[in-house]
């Protein structure tokens, strides 16, 4: 899944390619993916693109009419063309979601691999119409997003830390893959509690939070749609690196398997040389 590093790439990839032309046609491939009726898809044809955006992990293109939002889910993609395809969108038989094309021959498709099919797009006149995006928490990378406003996200909560990072309803913009990397760099389990973490430890996590996504977003900027995926895989020291030596330590990497993801981790490094149990609501072996 696309996540804030990512998304932020695109923002920018975006901002800098089509601020100031305008939207030729929109052309939704999967109904299913549009999640809003008013205004109309066609109200953005041919309003200027007046600046682009990220809330969490949505991509929000504002323009003179109204604003395109979208959020790539779990296996959406956008795919750039400097020269957009003449060749006709054949609806149900395609992974494409939406099409646009801008005034100067450029566009994009938004794709989705697999047959789960997330991907969303909403056109409104304000992204807070957006119900994802009107329930989003705090964005970690925010100037007032501090290590006491961290500490107070967390005080209270007898929820697992890699679920309280990942809750966009607590913290925006963070998904499986950059939470496993935190909670790495932070030598910290996925499992403890929240609530039961000491002031020291929220600092450790709060400094490798913030470590974790300056450095994604350094490694995502500047680089077109087609190379961010691979930026994303080089710069995993853990997530997605299963039977793999830990870069710090030389342990194995290790994953718990659940019914839609999973998580990676280092034993030496967060668990105390534990192996968590590979099933869902796990705990530490004995």
């Known amino acids: 899944m696309p996540e804030m590093p990512e998304v ?5 990839f975006l901002r800098d390619r089509v601020s100031g032309v305008r939207v030729e046609r929109a052309t939704v491939a999967n109904i299913a993916a549009l999640k809003t009726y008013d205004p109309p898809i066609d109200a953005l044809k041919d309003a200027e693109i007046t600046g682009a955006s990220r809330h969490g992990k949505f991509v929000d293109l504002a323009t003179t009419g109204p604003h ?8 959406g993609w956008l795919r750039w063309y ?30 989705e691999a697999g ?5 969303a797009v909403y056109v409104v006149r304000d992204p807070a119409d957006v119900p994802g995006v009107a329930r989003l ?18 005080a209270g909560r007898r929820t697992q830390i890699k679920g309280v990072l990942r809750d966009q309803m607590i913290i ?8 496993d990397e935190i909670l790495h760099a932070a030598r910290m389990s996925p499992y403890a509690l929240a609530s039961s973490l000491e002031e020291a430890d929220i600092d450790r996590l709060y400094q490798a939070m913030t470590d974790t996504l ?15 995926k691979d930026a994303k895989r080089r710069g995993m020291r853990v997530h997605g690196r299963r039977g793999e030596t830990c870069p ?30 590979d099933r869902r609501l796990s705990r530490l072996l004995k």
Not at 84 to 96: A, D, E, Q, S, V
Not at 137 to 154: C, H, W
Not at 252 to 268: G, H, I, M
């Open 82 to 111: 400097d020269e957009l395809p003449r060749t006709l969108i054949k609806p149900g038989k395609t992974p494409i979601a939406l099409r646009v094309a801008f005034s100067d021959g450029s566009g994009f498709d938004l794709t």
């Open 248 to 277: 710090v330590c030389g342990d194995e990497v290790r994953s718990v398997f659940f019914a839609d993801n999973s998580l990676e981790y280092c034993p030496t490094c967060q668990t105390g040389g534990k192996i968590l149990a």
């Open 214 to 228: 300056a450095e994604a977003l350094a490694a995502a900027s500047g680089k077109p749609p087609a190379e961010l």
């Open 68 to 75: 395109l939002v979208f959020h790539l889910a779990k296996a």
């Open 8 to 12: 932020q790439g695109l923002v920018e």
């Open 115 to 119: 047959t789960k099919k997330s991907l």
């Open 172 to 179: 925006a913009g963070v998904g499986n893959a950059y939470s």
């Open 137 to 154: 928490g705090p964005d970690p990378l925010d100037p007032s997003f501090d290590r006491d406003t961290f500490a107070g996200l967390l």
